[in-house]
């Protein structure tokens, strides 16, 4: 079974700066897809960014990068030009990209709680 | 606005009630994924229904059962509620292929006093 492992449970950054968020993953198959969501006060569970396993380059959405390194099973979330609304728990996903059976779901981490001073 | 539809957003009973949790997926998404969502547990996986079949099942206890109805919307039932059973829980829903994102709604919050 795939687990993912968020081994920071808070941080916090200076507002304008950059934070790098830390995941690690364990899995035995080659094909997969990695995610970062954002929950934020609210509740509400907000995709940040997707990142395929079989691509080599990074996936950027805006201020949000991750660095994917697949051989160590790593996938950090760095957040730059940090802002008071980034503040939220944040967590790392995994998903197979074998459609079947269990391994349809996504996979958390326990999530990084994300503090960001003004 | 995911565009997942959750209701109720609270929901306060008592041990030994029954609730029913609804769930409206985005429009034209086939899947739903159920839950939980709890302090010391994080987010686990309930249940996975695709076209109103069940496609996976996970930490889902007996007492609770879900179902996907034809017009794609999904009840999540709780029976015999224990203290334990409050928390937070989730709809999300996608497409139903490969790698897709998961959309989630604003979730329920289930408090069993």
């Known amino acids: 079974a795939q687990t993912v492992t968020q081994s920071q449970p808070e941080m916090s950054v200076q507002e304008a700066e950059t934070v790098t968020l830390s995941c690690t993953y364990d899995t035995s198959e080659s094909d997969y897809y990695l995610f970062w969501y954002k929950q934020p006060p609210s509740r509400q569970m907000i995709l940040v960014i997707r990142?395929?396993?079989?691509?080599?380059q990074n996936a950027t959405e805006n201020r949000f990068s991750v660095n994917f390194q697949k051989a160590a099973k790593s996938f950090s979330l760095k957040i730059s030009d940090s802002q008071l609304g980034d503040a939220a728990m944040y967590f790392c996903a995994y998903r197979s990209a074998s459609f079947t059976g269990a391994n349809s779901k996504l996979t958390f981490g326990k999530g990084i709680t994300l503090s960001v001073r003004p | 606005d995911s565009g997942v539809t959750q209701t109720p957003k609270h929901l306060i009973t008592a041990t030994g009630q029954r609730v029913t949790l609804r769930c409206s997926p985005r429009s034209g998404d086939l899947s739903v994924y159920w839950y939980q969502q709890s302090l010391d547990q994080g987010l686990q996986f309930l249940i996975h229904?695709?076209?109103?079949?069940?496609?996976a099942k996970g930490n889902i206890l007996e007492r609770f059962s879900a179902q996907q109805f034809p017009d794609l919307h999904s009840e999540l039932n709780l029976s015999s509620l224990e203290l334990g059973d409050s928390a937070l829980y989730f709809c999300?829903?996608?497409?139903?292929?490969?790698?897709?994102?998961?959309?989630f709604g604003s979730g329920t919050q289930l408090s069993v006093l």
């Open positions: 999300a829903s996608s497409v139903g292929t490969v790698g897709e994102k998961l959309f």
């Open positions: 990142q395929e396993a079989y691509k080599q």
């Open positions: 229904y695709y076209n109103g079949e069940e496609r």
